[in-house]
Structures are given as C-alpha cells and as structure tokens.
C-alpha cells in the first residue's frame, strides 16, 4: 500500500520551531532519496530539504541553516526540524521520494504569525 502521512504542522509565531515528521509506507521510502516539499497558496510547489539514503542532505538556500532533515530508515520515516521560523514559511509541507512521483500525501499545514 502506498502511502504517505504528514504531521506536526501548526501555528508558530516568527522565530519559534516545528518538527515536522513523515510516515512512509515501504514501497516509497526504501532504497530512496527522500525531501520535504512545500506549497504556499498561490506558488508553485518548491523542494526545500533532501536526504540521501546515507544521510547526505541538502538544502534550498532559503532555508539553509535553520531547517534540518534526518530520516530514520528502521521506522521509514522522515522528519523536518524548522526553527527560527519565518512568515514565508508559511505553506503545506509535503515529503515524498526524490524525484516524486506522482501519489503525494495529505500534507501538513504550517502557519508562521509574525
């Protein structure tokens, strides 16, 4: 079964943190490169975090030194730790396969007041 389940999303206020975690089912996470993803209302979808499967990471600039992704591959999991949290963070964070395909989950909304 194929399947994705975010959490952790919320309301913060400017500068507070957020650990945002993924639930992938097998057939997605093993053996894969995985990110997180965000939309804000109106963007386009933007890749912002990747991890290898050995756990080289990789960052959008925008996000670069504040957000951290780690995976936990006995639990198929992915996390994303945010912290000094900005309003144009402001978006629904998605983790998926990279590249994805074309099934995404639900996502998870965060909400950034400043």
């Known amino acids: 079964q194929v399947q994705l389940v975010e959490s952790g999303g919320g309301l913060v206020q400017a500068g507070g943190s957020l650990r945002l975690s993924c639930a992938a089912s097998?057939?997605?996470?093993?053996?894969?490169?995985m990110g997180w993803y965000r939309q804000a209302p109106g963007k386009q979808r933007e890749l912002v975090a990747t991890i290898s499967i050995g756990g080289l990471t990789n960052y959008a600039d925008s996000v670069k030194g504040r957000f951290t992704i780690s995976r936990d591959n006995a639990k198929s999991t992915v996390y994303l730790q945010m912290n000094s949290l900005k309003p144009e963070d402001t978006a629904v964070y998605y983790c998926?396969?990279?590249?994805?395909?074309?099934?995404w989950g639900q996502g998870t909304q965060v909400t950034v007041s400043s």
């Open positions: 998926n396969q990279v590249p994805p395909p074309t099934y």
């Open positions: 097998l057939s997605i996470f093993r053996g894969r490169a």
